[in-house]
T-cell receptor, first 113, second 115 residues
Framework: GENVEQHPSTLSVQEGDSAVIKCTYS??????FPWYKQELGKRPQLIID?????GEKKDQRIAVTLNKTAKHFSLHITETQPEDSAVYFC????????????FGSGTRLSIRP | DAGVTQSPTHLIKTRGQQVTLRCSPK?????VSWYQQALGQGPQFIFQ???????QRGNFPDRFSGHQFPNYSSELNVNALLLGDSALYLC??????????????FGPGTRLLVL
């Protein structure tokens, strides 16, 4: 079936340290992998996405890596700040149904001062 | 440039009732997708509309139906509400791109509580 496993479910890091969230997806033919950040009571917002023609993408303190062979992709946040506290969702677009997004179960990230 | 908008923001219904939620896509977007987000979970795809037709559907019963209007806005209808339908309902819009996945932009959602 179409699913993505996301780990860990909760993550607490010291301000200034790095945070890593990992996901494994089911559809080896998928080629689009977005990451969304959702603050309490707000909409999911795209923070970064990657397509299968690249293995890594960076945007300031955020980076995503993709290993298509292993069907793994990861989000890396460096120099974490209090405003990074939120729930983060990995997702992918199944090749057979590129018009929909399958979301992971989310990671609640807390930044300790 | 207006983003995705949804109405109402909150709604309380009782079991067995029917509900209609509304969505206006981001300017320049003609494709609307609906998602259900239960508390503590990731959004789940309900269906997608383009050219006033349902193009894709997730694993949701027929109680969930939709409509798209010529101005690209969309409605989600849920009949015979169950307690388990309580969730945040999110609308997302993109330009139509066929098999190529475009970035989906989400609206603020409608929080539905079924009592």
């Amino acid at each position: 079936g179409e699913n993505v496993e996301q780990h860990p479910s909760t993550l607490s890091v010291q301000e200034g340290d790095s945070a890593v969230i990992k996901c494994t997806y089911s559809d080896s033919a998928s080629n689009y992998f977005p990451w969304y950040k959702q603050e309490l009571g707000k909409r999911p917002q795209l923070i970064i996405d990657i397509r299968s023609n690249v293995g890594e993408k960076k945007d300031q303190r955020i980076a995503v890596t993709l290993n298509k062979t292993a069907k793994h992709f990861s989000l890396h946040i460096t120099e974490t700040q209090p405003e990074d506290s939120a729930v983060y969702f990995c997702a992918f677009a199944p090749y057979s149904s590129a018009s929909k997004i399958i979301f992971g179960s989310g990671t609640r990230l807390s930044i300790r001062p | 440039d207006a983003g995705v908008t949804q109405s109402p923001t909150h709604l309380i219904k009782t079991r067995g009732q029917q509900v209609t939620l509304r969505c206006s896509p981001k300017s320049g977007h003609d494709t609307v997708s609906w998602y259900q987000q239960a508390l503590g979970q990731g959004p789940q795809f309900i269906f997608q509309y383009y050219e006033e037709e349902e193009r894709q559907r997730g694993n949701f019963p027929d109680r969930f139906s939709g409509h798209q209007f010529p101005n690209y806005s969309s409605e989600l209808n849920v009949n015979a509400l169950l307690l388990g339908d309580s969730a945040l309902y999110l609308c997302a819009s993109t330009p139509w791109s066929g098999s190529y996945q475009e970035t989906q932009y989400f609206g603020p959602g409608t929080r539905l509580l079924v009592l």
